[in-house]
């Protein structure tokens, strides 16, 4: 058996917003999103993707036939609130319908201990449940049942998050999303590019423009200060987005000399910190080693090995 992991709200969220040219949600084998809770509440919304797991008449989970649970990367599930795993819960339970009763009490866990039995990979719960996630992604909620592939298409992923609620990481055109920057409340922005743009019409947003080539010969390095420092000063008031044209080398590269600089990371870590958040994350060789050099400034000397096939 693969095993139950509990999931964070902001791993699903990343889990849900990675992309390639396209959504990854368009991958038939990479995220099953399953929902334990009764079929009126699944009715009234919903995580988006996310197929009501149904039940025998015994009250039994029954494995999606549609899906190959041995073959998929990310099998996630979650009911209203589970935050342990051994959760049950008794409050407000005499209120619930006779029906309903069974599927609230561990409802996630009944299902994923079923699930484990066919996958490679350990099943996700969701910490908190619906109740948690929607609370902090409410614009990832819906009633769409049925997804169409030109509707995963033509899915838009938002940046991911590094920090909650304070710090995402993406690319230029999530940067002039208003809708992203409205649901994300985003209050200032670091454009790593070399392309201009407006994107705030409300002042009291700030923008720090960093104009540097994705290229191994660019400095990147002399500017980590300044970044780091309005990052640290506008986080302080609210969510702050770092972009690059593809947000993959040049954003990711910032992100991670804010980690080392704040949070004390070495480079290892913040390297695996980040790549968990964006998979296919990829700064520059030469932003690389300019990345080992800031490595050195704050501990005195270099920590990782950068000469290792994965950096």
């Given at each position: ?12 969220y ?9 959504s ?11 929902d ?14 996310a ?5 025998n008449?015994g ?6 036939e ?5 073959c ?5 599930v979650?009911d209203?609130?589970?935050s342990?795993?051994d ?5 407000d ?18 299902c ?5 039995q066919f ?7 969701l ?6 996630f ?22 838009q ?8 609620a ?16 409205k ?7 670091v ?47 609210g ?11 040049r954003s990711?590269t ?18 695996k ?5 964006k ?6 060789r030469?932003?690389?080693q ?13 920590i ?5 096939p994965?950096?």
């Open positions: 058996m693969a095993g139950l992991v509990l999931c964070e709200p902001t791993e699903l990343n889990i849900l917003n990675q992309s390639t040219k396209l990854r949600l368009t991958e038939p084998n990479y995220l099953c999103l399953l334990a809770r009764t079929k009126r509440e699944y009715n009234e919304s919903h995580v988006i993707t197929r009501r797991v149904k039940q008449p009250g039994d989970y029954l494995v999606p549609s899906v190959e649970l041995e998929v990367k990310y099998c996630v979650y209203s609130k589970t342990s795993l959760d049950i819960y008794y409050d339970y005499e209120e619930k319908e006779e029906d309903e009763k069974d599927a609230e009490v561990g409802a996630a866990i009944q994923a201990r079923v699930l484990e996958t490679r990979h350990p099943v996700r719960i910490k908190g449940g619906y109740e948690r929607t609370a902090c992604y409410h614009f990832l909620r819906t009633q769409k049942i049925f997804w169409m592939p030109q509707e995963l298409d033509a899915f992923p938002y940046p991911v998050e590094i920090l909650p304070q710090l995402y990481m993406g690319d230029y055109r999530q940067a002039c999303d208003q809708q992203i920057q649901d994300l409340k985003i209050k200032a922005q454009n790593i590019s070399e392309e201009l743009a407006t994107l705030f019409t409300d002042e009291s947003k700030t923008l720090l423009h960093v104009s540097v080539a994705d290229s191994p010969d660019a400095d990147l390095f002399s500017l980590f200060p300044t970044i780091c420092h309005f990052i640290d000063a506008k986080m302080a008031l969510a702050v987005l770092v972009f690059s044209t593809l947000g993959l080398s990711s910032a992100v991670m000399a804010f980690l080392m600089h704040s949070s004390h990371y070495p480079l290892k870590r913040a390297w910190y980040i790549q968990k958040c998979t296919n994350m990829r700064p520059n030469g932003f690389v300019q990345l080992s050099a800031w490595e050195s400034q704050i501990y005195g000397s270099a990782t090995d950068i000469s290792e994965h950096y």
